[in-house]
């Protein structure tokens, strides 16, 4: 654990660092430090990159990466499968689809609403687009207390295809300025961070991890099933409940200020298990720190391997994620009977 | 410890379970037999709350569905017939799950000392560091066992024990082993429910026996008045005799 964390930080100061920008022969963390003690010989460009561009852009890689492979290894664990994913069961989708309806046709009905949900329309928005995919995700492959983790997948297929084609139709309808923000949404990109999304998004991670990582025990407890989990004291449809709310809260956070960043919650815990089994009271806590290191190094790539321009991240985490979907799959044929 | 009264349990139309009574002493290990589809694991179910039934389950005196979960698994544990066979951990973790009641985030010195003798006492402790998933079935069916005793293993006076068919799988040993265990078990005022099949085992060392046939009640008592010739050709449409055990003079049966 703390291992992981010297390594996160490590990344963080190498990421500082990295960029096109020139300091003036200064290196970035002298810059940083100027902002921090307000030296008065910092010039506003400089001051600028440092903290609202570098610093703003490392933290939100820091904060989604985290809690998408959080959220990754929570459905896992509740789903009892390695391939029950935001991305993979349609979250992500819902989520997107009902951001993009509110970035196109939010106009028409802002006006009507208090001006604090104006403001965070899309975040909650992409939460409710995740939560109801969630649901009838789980209302389709459910039955009996028992998920069947094929229909899950399948139904995750279809969510995507419907999402796909309604922001397809509103891609085609949207004004020039709408436009932009889609694409960026459907792409997934981190370059839109600021100070004030990164301060939402460490509540709703405080207060999703405050529920969540005490939860490894019970999420090895449901490996015997659901009733033996409750003869161990596991109020286990209560679990269900606040792992599928919270798992919805976090993914439609990222997706409101990050867009797609798909594979980091398969991807994480993939990794892990090969290194700890699948010991939850480990790699749910784990899976936190590494899903930040994750992110945040493939970001620091995606925006330093072609300057000035840049790639975008979803490229490097879908080259990362479709091998290991694939490993996953080898290995479900070689346990099959 | 345990009373139910008239207990029913329906599934889509078809009685599963018939007015059965169950009451159960402090102490007191309890047999439940009877042929395939008799009940015995769904009555198992309701005894243990896993499933609701209409009537009330006094357990300590108290509504079983008004006992706090979290309270209920330092009083009784349930050893489950049909255990999952993927758990991709190591046998002394499915074991340490037996203690999670117990601990938030690390398991303390207690918890290791109950993982550990009850890895012991059911002869699992050489494979502690291997990986559930390669075990055969009577070792897995062993880690189960170990990881319920695990569970039961505090201050609490009168707990209480539920096995479906916990000899599953093992061998002549362990099958005696485990019988010694729960006798042992129940000897320090704890009970037990422990569905059987083997008549002669149940009659060796249950105190009580619950026949049952169809849902509903055959026969119950002790091995004596159960055992009888004219019950058990009935219940299992079988013909036997029964003679006396030449070493413990329990009722031995022969089918045939």
């Not at chain 1, 820091?62 to 959220?71: C, D, F, R």
């Not at chain 1, 892990?272 to 899903?291: D, E, H, Q, T």
Request: aromatic share 8%; glycine share 8%.
């Amino acid at each position: 654990m703390s291992t992981s964390a010297i390594l996160l930080f490590l990344i963080a100061v190498w990421s500082l660092n990295t960029g096109v920008y020139d300091f003036g022969g200064q290196s970035a963390f002298a810059v940083l430090g100027k902002v921090f003690s307000g030296d008065s010989s910092l010039s506003i460009s400089d001051r600028y990159v440092v903290w609202d561009v570098r610093a703003a852009r490392i933290i939100m890689a820091i904060l989604i990466g985290s809690m998408l492979a959080v959220s990754g290894t929570s459905l896992q664990g509740l789903f009892k499968n390695p391939l029950a994913t935001g991305d993979l069961i349609g979250l992500t989708s819902g989520a997107t689809l009902l951001a993009a309806v509110t970035i196109v046709l939010g106009g028409h009905f802002k006006q009507y609403l208090p001006e604090a949900v104006q403001f965070s329309l899309v975040g909650i928005a992409a939460f409710i687009g995740s939560f109801l995919s969630m649901l009838l995700v789980y209302r389709i492959s459910t039955r009996g207390g028992k998920t069947n983790v094929v229909m899950m997948l399948l139904s995750g297929v279809a969510i995507t295809a419907i999402g796909f084609s309604i922001t397809g139709f509103l891609i085609y309808i949207s004004k020039d300025d709408q436009l932009r923000d889609l694409t960026f949404w459907n792409l997934g990109s981190l370059a839109a961070a600021t100070w004030t999304k990164n301060i939402i998004l460490a509540v709703v991670l405080l207060i999703s991890y405050l529920i969540l990582l005490p939860k490894g025990k019970a999420l090895n407890a449901m490996m015997l099933g659901e009733k033996d989990a409750q003869h161990l004291g596991i109020n286990v449809e209560k679990l269900k409940k606040q792992i599928i709310i919270i798992t919805a809260l976090m993914i439609g956070s990222c997706v409101a200020f990050s867009g797609t960043i798909g594979f980091v919650g398969l991807i994480v815990p993939y990794i892990l298990r090969l290194l700890f089994k699948s010991n939850y009271a480990f790699i749910l806590p784990l899976s936190a720190v590494c899903g930040s290191i994750l992110l945040l190094t493939a970001d620091t790539f995606s925006r330093s391997i072609v300057e000035p321009s840049e790639l975008p991240i979803g490229i490097l985490t879908a080259l990362m994620g479709g091998p290991i979907f694939i490993a996953i799959l080898v290995k479900f044929k070689k346990s099959m009977p | 410890m345990i009373k139910a009264h008239q207990i029913s349990y329906k599934h889509k139309e078809f009685h599963i379970l018939d007015a059965v009574d169950v009451h159960l002493e402090y102490g007191e290990f309890l047999a439940i037999v009877g042929p395939n589809g008799a009940g015995k694991s769904s009555l198992l179910s309701v005894l243990a709350n896993e499933v609701k039934s209409k009537q009330q389950i006094l357990f300590k005196d108290k509504n079983i569905s008004e006992w706090k979960v979290s309270e209920l698994s330092k009083h009784k544990a349930k050893f489950s017939q049909h255990n999952s066979n993927d758990i991709p951990l190591e046998v002394k973790d499915v074991v340490m799950m037996g203690r999670y009641p117990y601990f938030d985030a690390q398991p303390g010195q207690q918890d290791l000392e109950a993982m550990n003798n009850m890895m012991y006492e059911t002869d699992v402790f050489h494979l502690k560091d291997r990986e559930y998933n390669t075990l055969s079935g009577g070792e897995k069916q062993r880690v189960h066992l170990s990881r319920v005793l695990a569970q039961l293993r505090n201050s609490i006076a009168h707990k209480l024990l539920f096995l479906d068919e916990p000899l599953n799988n093992l061998d002549v040993k362990h099958q005696y082993k485990a019988l010694e265990i729960i006798k042992k078990f129940t000897q320090k005022a704890n009970s037990a429910i422990v569905v059987l099949h083997d008549l002669n085992l149940a009659a060796q060392y249950a105190d009580k026996i619950l026949l049952m046939k169809s849902g509903r009640v055959a026969a119950y008592g002790t091995p004596e008045q159960v055992f009888t010739p004219e019950n058990i050709s009935k219940a299992y449409n079988f013909p036997c005799t029964i003679c006396e055990h030449p070493i413990t003079a329990n009722p031995m049966i022969i089918f045939g």
